[in-house]
């Protein structure tokens, strides 16, 4: 028998020497994540055998077995479910396929406590867990219809190797040669402890092969088919982590049946913890369909809404042909029908959690808000809710609020929801065109996420109000009363006062910046800066068009709106010299300082650093001399 030796994939390598040394506390998990493992596979050939029923060969009780050698220090974990080839092998063992793998073992690298359990929390290791207890690793494994078995073994260093070898009847082997720190899990008491607790919801047999006769070990029915009444709560925390493939626990589980012109079954489950590739496009959804307890698919986009794409668990139909193929789902109504069910009845969890318990809503929406305000774009049936749902962080405080709560709160005159959009929330509450809102008490949505550039546009209004960015031209701060009257007279007097200066020096900038900028006026939204540039009034939002740029979806940003502060010292100066001299050299170098500043406020990157910094230079040297 000639063996092939390989090597893992670099993410293997590192992995298996994070979850060997310092990833789990408690070891357990190897065996519920083997027997998961197991279970899927008799799951996936039940369903392979549906079209092909001779892959079964006589063989169609599926089960686990355990069998145990305390002499020799093995644990072997046995199914007879679809098995694996030799490139099944290399592809399910040799690397890693999961998008998020990179992005978890760069956050554990960067954990100041790698042993903290809660980062698995965002992604299984599955198999690789083997060797957290075994120094050496076999797996003999033999598709279902083929005859040719595969023998890969692995001592967990970097390398692996792959050769011929011999199996009656199809499935996987996985033989663990144990530690010598490891010897309990040979005892008959401990794997009993372990699959009760942790493998339980199987709905398979889980067997240990005993000489004086097998003993089934769990209750080998399927969880979703019991009365909730039967069901505790760590079985429904075990059983989440077996669907979801994840280490946390559930928020909230959702376990309901389905009755009238379909019927179906639904346990749901939302996490606790975000995944690390919840934005990545080839993420699979952990939603599993089922038929009649007939395993069909995993990852069924057709059941829940891309928006929905967090949540994990089963749907089991009585409804749906047991042939039904994976291609007749996208096209199929009860498949509609059910996937309309399942929506509303998150909705309706999530419409209570947030009445009920507000805490806990407010940290779920902060890990997912993200994900379901794609729905007010993508889901107009459900966009009402979805906005009731909604929360908000502004100005008006450190914590979050609702659109509901916003309205209430809006002045007297105030027509519009007013918001601003950027990265980062610390900047945007210092952003210079908020100065006039917060000067007449107007609250202003901060928003953070690139979603909200989609989904404003397309919603267009909430409660009959407008949604409005501060950083496009039309504010209408001048309808809306302030909360000082003697502040409101002062800036009347102030505006017939500076008039006629600010306009001779609006002149002269639109002269020195040409095609630079749109346009050039005074801004009723500034109070303490001296300038900042906004979109026009039916232009795109800053932050859009920023957004645009970076997916070539625009060639280059369009010139903005320089609004100045005639208010403001720098300006009052500059108005007076250019009423004494519209072409005083200053005011050319001062006109594209202004603008680059403005340009540095949102984040922009300047067209010619060299020449702002040359002008600044000069600026300064004058400053100093004078």
Not at 10 to 35: M, P, T
Not at 163 to 178: K, P, W
Not at 570 to 590: R, V
Request: hydrophobic share 40%.
């Amino acid at each position: 028998m000639t063996e092939e030796k390989m090597r893992f994939e670099a993410e293997v390598s590192r992995l298996l020497d994070i979850v060997v040394h310092s990833l789990y506390s408690n070891k357990d998990i190897f065996l519920r994540e083997l027997i998961s493992n197991a279970s899927d596979a008799c799951d996936k050939l039940r369903y392979e055998a549906i079209a092909k029923p001779d892959l079964l060969a006589g063989d169609a009780d599926f089960k686990v077995r355990l069998l145990t050698d305390n002499v020799r220090n093995v644990l072997t974990i046995a199914d007879n479910g679809i098995g694996m080839n030799k490139e099944d092998l290399v592809e399910n063992l040799g690397t890693i396929a999961n998008s998020g793998t990179a992005k978890f073992l760069d956050a554990v690298s960067k954990s100041d406590n790698a042993k903290d359990v809660d980062l698995i929390g965002q992604f299984g290791v599955g198999f690789y867990s083997a060797f957290m207890v075994a120094n050496k690793v076999e797996v003999v494994s033999r598709k279902a219809g083929d005859d040719q078995a595969w023998k890969w073994s692995s001592d967990g260093k970097g390398e692996y190797t792959i050769a011929e070898a011999e199996m009656e009847g199809r499935g996987t082997q996985i033989t663990l040669h144990l530690t010598d720190d490891n010897k309990e899990f040979t005892d008959e008491h401990r794997l009993r402890h372990i699959v009760k607790t942790y493998s339980d919801h199987i709905g398979i047999p889980v067997v240990l092969m005993k000489g004086d006769g097998d003993e089934t070990l769990n209750e080998a029915s399927a969880l979703w088919t019991r009365p909730k009444s039967e069901i505790t709560e760590e079985q429904y925390k075990e059983f989440y982590k077996h669907t979801s493939h994840a280490f946390d626990d559930p928020w909230k589980t959702i376990h309901y049946q389905a009755e009238g012109a379909i019927e179906y079954t639904g346990l749901l489950y939302l996490p606790t913890m975000r995944p690390f590739d919840l934005y990545d496009p080839q993420r699979k959804g952990h939603l599993k369909l089922y038929v009649r307890k007939v395993f069909i698919t995993e990852g069924a986009n057709e059941l829940l809404p891309p928006w929905l794409r967090f949540v994990s668990g089963v749907v089991d139909s009585q409804d749906l042909p047991l042939n039904v193929s994976r291609e007749m789902l996208q096209d199929h109504p009860l498949l509609t029908k059910i996937k309309n069910g399942l929506t509303k009845k998150v909705l309706s969890e999530l419409e209570t959690a947030a009445k009920k318990d507000t805490e806990g809503y407010e940290t779920f929406w902060e890990n997912f808000g993200s994900v379901v305000k794609e729905g007010l774009y993508e889901d107009q049936t459900n966009r009402d809710r979805i906005l009731k749902l909604a929360r908000f962080r502004s100005t008006h405080g450190d914590g979050w609020t609702t659109l509901a709560d916003y309205v209430e709160r809006m002045k007297d005159g105030q027509k519009a929801i007013y918001y601003i959009s950027g990265e980062d929330i610390d900047a945007l509450k210092r952003s210079p065109q908020l100065e006039g809102f917060a000067a007449k008490g107007i609250e202003v949505l901060l928003l953070t996420d690139p979603v909200d550039e989609f989904w404003m546009p397309s919603v267009g209004q909430f409660d009959g109000k407008d949604f409005k960015s501060v950083t496009r031209g039309g504010a209408d701060l001048n309808d809306i009363k302030s909360d000082d009257k003697d502040d409101a007279k002062d800036e009347k007097k102030d505006d017939a006062a500076n008039e006629a200066s600010v306009s001779a020096l609006i002149a002269a900038i639109k002269v020195a910046l040409g095609t630079g900028v749109k346009d050039v006026r005074e801004s009723d939204r500034l109070t303490s800066s001296a300038c900042c540039l906004i979109a026009d009034e039916m232009g795109m939002d800053l932050r859009m068009e920023r957004l645009m740029k970076q997916h070539n979806r625009v060639d280059e940003i369009s010139p903005r709106i320089l609004e100045i502060n005639p208010k403001h010292s720098l300006i009052k100066k500059l108005s007076d010299i250019a009423t004494k001299d519209a072409k005083a050299p200053i005011l050319h170098d001062a006109a594209l300082l202004l603008l680059d500043q403005a340009r540095i406020l949102e984040g922009e990157a300047l067209p010619d650093p060299v020449s702002f910094a040359r002008r600044l230079d000069l600026v300064m040297e004058k400053g100093l001399g004078a």
